[in-house]
């Protein structure tokens, strides 16, 4: 595998589930991020991680929990969410959290039921 | 507060014709900025970038890009379009120093290339 890998790419989960996102990258970076992107909407960044420390959270709700065990690896966990949290969630990753390039994963396309 | 406006979140252009599509940011300091491309079904991926130096910046598939200070602008162009351009395409902001750290995006401009 290279680059940034995220599974599943597709999910379906109903209100009351419990879910988790994982994200991979293969790139030997020290940031991870999360982006939500709603339709007609710009890109959302949610977290970032760097070095395993989250450095962002910008307001999301509680219903989305991060965890990044080391530096290769970003899962967002998922639980009690709404209808309106359908969405695509990408996962990116960069050599150091700032102006350096992000390279994206190709995303999970979630659907709240 | 970094911001990013494109104009035009649709583009049709004819195959083999000028591709331009814009970008213009606000900003009280030098930024950097990005073009990403995004085709249906996919992630983000990088077509040019601007940090320091030359303003006309080249990227993949014969895109282009120039950082217009005084205009606060990053068009994007290629001189001729390919059935294959077909794509979402996001100019992105962010600044080297302080506390921003993190990309900000456009809404998006959908180019559609009509053969």
Known sequence: ETGVTQTPRHLVMGMTNKKSLKCEQHLGHNAMYWYKQSAKKPLELMFVYNFKEQTENNSVPSRFSPECPNSSHLFLHLHTLQPEDSALYLCASSQAGGADTQYFGPGTRLTVL | ?115
């Open chain 2, 1 to 115: 507060a970094q911001s990013v406006t494109q104009l035009g979140s649709h583009v049709s252009v004819s195959e083999g014709a000028l591709v331009l599509l814009r970008c213009n940011y606000s900003s009280s300091v030098p930024p950097y900025l990005f073009w990403y491309v995004q085709y249906p079904n996919q992630g983000l991926q990088l077509l040019l970038k601007y940090t320091t130096g030359a303003t006309l910046v080249k990227g993949i598939n014969g895109f282009e890009a120039e950082f217009k200070k005084s205009e606060t602008s990053f068009h994007l162009t290629k001189p001729s379009a390919h059935m294959s351009d077909a794509a979402e395409y996001f100019c992105a902001v962010t600044y080297p120093l302080g506390s921003a750290r993190q990309l900000t995006f456009g809404s998006g401009t959908q180019l559609t290339v009509l053969p």
